[in-house]
Nanobody
Framework: QVQLVESGGGLVQAGESLRLSCAAS????????MAWYRQAPGKQRDLVAS???????NYADSVAGRFTISKDNAKNTVYLQMNSLKPEDTSVYYC???????????WGQGTQVTVSS
């Protein structure tokens, strides 16, 4: 089991940057996959970026080249650096952990990101 707490959301203008943080209640070095998802009103929750325990990363096409996922194992924290934000990035962003052995999903409470044009 793991508890996840996101922070760092807010209101920014298009072209600006934000960094989201996700603090975990256990060692993230032991969690196979940590990820960020987002969900806009009336839409499904979609994967934004993921990072494995070995540091391999994966990005949605819509954010590749603009967003960077990283982690600090010593702080048990995962980050999402979001640059060149667009109005279509407006969503609630959720931190996700896929915990062994069956990769069960755990979610944070979400943090709102709003990008104005």
């Amino acid at each position: 089991q793991v508890q996840l707490v996101e922070s760092g959301g807010g209101l920014v203008q298009a072209g600006e940057s934000l960094r989201l943080s996700c603090a975990a209640s256990r060692k993230i070095s032991e969690i196979p996959i940590m990820a960020w998802y987002r969900q806009a009103p009336g839409k499904q929750r979609d994967l934004v970026a993921s990072i494995s325990s070995t540091g391999s990363t994966n990005y949605a096409d819509s954010v590749a080249g603009r967003f960077t996922i990283s982690k600090d194992n010593a702080k048990n924290t995962v980050y999402l650096q979001m640059n060149s934000l667009k109005p279509e990035d407006t969503s609630v962003y959720y931190c996700n952990a896929k915990v062994a052995p069956v990769l069960r999903d755990y979610w944070g409470q979400g943090t709102q990101v709003t990008v104005s044009s």
